[in-house]
């Protein structure tokens, strides 16, 4: 497991609008790394619930609480090598894409998360670091980074890069 020393992603911005990327190594082969992306019970271990249809064309919902329910589009689904999704965040429409390939002796995940405004880039980048470490943890069979304590370290230095 990586150390909260350093942070895992990157923030590219063009002009107002903000992505944040992450590119990792798994040792698990591309299948199960898809599922792990893509099966709701396995989401559910390292991100968070989800329910619908995970499908090209198909709605679903995550279910981080009560009150974070995002309806999520899928826009292109090609196991077990893509997706695509719309995560609406206010008014926009971001876009969130998992790219999975062979890498060595595992997969790799490119995962990035585009289409944030520059006051939205330090939590989702935060966000999703977290998740791709529960996601590195969860494949391991080791306990799952806290969440608080996680997102909360590497917020501050998200921020302080921003």
Do not use: N
């Not at 899928?74 to 077990?80: A, E, G, K, L, W």
């Not at 997706?83 to 926009?92: C, F, I, N, Y």
């Not at 791709?132 to 998200?158: I, K």
């Amino acid at each position: 497991m990586t150390e909260l020393t350093e942070v895992l992603g990157r923030v590219e911005r063009a002009g107002d609008q903000v992505a944040v990327v992450f590119d990792r190594h798994y040792a698990t082969s591309p299948e199960d790394l898809w599922e792990a992306c893509t099966d709701p019970d396995r989401l559910a271990r390292w991100f968070a619930p989800v329910s619908g249809d995970l499908r090209e064309g198909g709605d679903f919902t995550i279910h981080f609480d009560a009150s974070d329910t995002p309806q999520c589009r899928v826009r292109t689904c090609s196991p077990p090598k893509r997706l695509v999704w719309e995560w609406p965040v206010g008014d926009a429409a971001t876009l969130v894409s998992a790219e999975i390939t062979p890498d060595a002796d595992g997969a790799r995940l490119v995962l990035r998360h585009e289409r944030l405004t520059p006051p939205q880039a330090a939590g989702y980048a935060a966000g999703w670091d977290t998740y791709v470490r529960r996601l590195e943890a969860d494949l391991s069979g080791v306990p799952l980074p806290d969440w608080d304590q996680t997102w909360t370290a590497l917020h501050a230095r998200y921020a302080a890069t921003s």
